[in-house]
């Protein structure tokens, strides 16, 4: 079992920078892959990025590359989104996502077993 909590979410002006943190609970960290992904209101939760238990390897969403980098510190058992020029389209609930290295892309919802409550991000334009 493992127990996600994020936090770091807030309201922002387009163009600005947010960090979120996901910290995370049980011995499996280390050797999970995790993820992030975000639902704006009235649309599906969709994949933001993922990063491989060591974190040799990131993926992101086309419209976030260049934007936002996720990282993570496996001693402190927490992943990161650094987001930076932020645009009104990016608001929405984040959520981070952890699960065992499968081979199943890392774009699908379906394909991570444990997920956090959530972090709203705001962006004013």
């Known amino acids: 079992q493992v127990q996600l909590v994020e936090s770091g979410g807030g309201l922002v002006q387009a163009g600005g920078s947010l960090r979120l943190s996901c910290a995370a609970s049980g011995r499996t960290f280390s050797s999970s892959s995790m993820g992030w992904f975000r639902q704006a209101p009235g649309k599906e939760r969709e994949f933001v990025a993922a990063?491989?238990?060591?974190?040799?390897?990131?993926y992101y969403t086309d419209s976030v590359k260049g934007r936002f980098t996720i990282s993570r510190d496996n001693a402190k058992n927490t992943l990161y989104l650094q987001m930076n020029s932020l645009k009104p389209e990016d608001t929405a609930v984040y959520s981070c996502a952890a699960r065992s290295p499968k081979d199943a892309s890392v774009s699908v919802v379906a394909a991570w077993d444990y997920w956090g409550q959530g972090s709203q991000v705001t962006v004013s334009s």
């Open positions: 990063i491989t238990p060591s974190g040799s390897r990131t």
